[in-house]
């Protein structure tokens, strides 16, 4: 049973702790939508399950109740207490206590390690989490490159709308060139502001991303190299590529791409033959 707006304050009043805006914490008051993201998370018993931002728990809940082995991750020292607590008899809950990220480019050492054990031994990882505002984006990438077979999550609208944009659009750029090639993107549907407490002022939605690498051993220096460019997105593609500091005209030849084109209007598809024209 999803823990009511009530319920979720009277355990952050007995951890001491209250809604912190600096890291993102929106709590899931409905129970509606607990349920769908351990839905669309497809759990169905073995996974490793990541929880990014658990909060006081009651997706935990639904995960450990349909067999998930969860690990999750807690960078709010009270609430981290406060789990410690609630699960720490729970068999197949784990928790790593702090930043999911150790830096812009990287996940903390233990949850890289906790899933390159689970690959090494053939267990399907997951992610479900109402992932906090603030690290969205650049864990989703990270998650990834490091192998994790599917992502569902609530995140801001807007995030949502970048992750699936086509080129040519307004919300077209970096994070959804790297996602489109990680991963096949599902956006499940839009969440108002009322299914969280505190109530944020803008929309949310559910989203699911499926594994579908096809960087590789590519993805970080593909990131760095579609970073550069987009740095001049409303620059012609030839003039982008020279500020990247490639070989504009040995690639533009090689892909036969338009030079007149802007980087916010070529596809995935063909930013990864430019990278790979560039070797």
């Known amino acids: 049973m999803a823990q009511s707006k009530h319920q979720i304050q009277a355990l952050l009043a007995q951890a001491a702790a209250r809604p912190r ?24 018993g073995g996974e490793l399950v990541i929880e990014v931002g658990p909060g006081t728990g009651t997706l935990t809940e639904e995960l450990l109740a349909r067999g998930g082995e969860v690990l999750a991750v807690e960078i709010d020292r009270n609430l981290a207490a406060l789990l410690h607590g609630r699960f720490a008899s729970a068999g197949h809950f784990r928790l790593i206590e702090g930043d999911a990220l150790a830096g812009k480019h990287a996940l903390h050492p233990q949850l890289t390690g906790a899933i390159a054990a689970a690959r090494s031994r053939g267990q399907s990882v997951h992610l479900a989490a109402n992932l906090p505002y603030n690290i969205a984006s650049p864990l989703l990438v990270e998650l990834l490159i490091a192998g994790v077979d599917l992502l569902a999550f609530t995140v801001q609208r807007e995030v949502a709308n970048r992750l699936r944009a086509a080129a040519g659009s307004a919300d077209y750029g970096a994070l959804s060139v790297m996602v489109q ?25 559910l989203v699911r991303l499926t594994g579908r690498d096809r960087l590789g051993r590519r993805a970080a220096g593909f990131d760095v190299f579609i970073h550069r460019i987009f740095a001049s997105r409303r620059k012609m593609l030839r003039k982008a590529l020279l500020l990247a500091k490639v070989d504009a005209e040995k690639l533009l030849i090689a892909t036969e791409i338009s030079p007149e084109i802007r980087p916010e209007d070529v596809s995935p598809d063909d930013y990864l033959r430019l990278f790979d024209a560039a070797g």
Request: charged share 15%.
């Open 181 to 205: 090639l990680l991963s096949t993107v599902q956006l499940l549907r839009t969440i108002p502001p009322q299914a969280f407490w505190p109530r944020p002022k803008i929309e949310s939605a």
């Open 21 to 44: 805006q600096r890291l993102g914490q929106n709590f899931m008051i409905d129970a509606n939508l607990v349920r769908l993201v351990a839905d669309a998370a497809m759990i169905h």
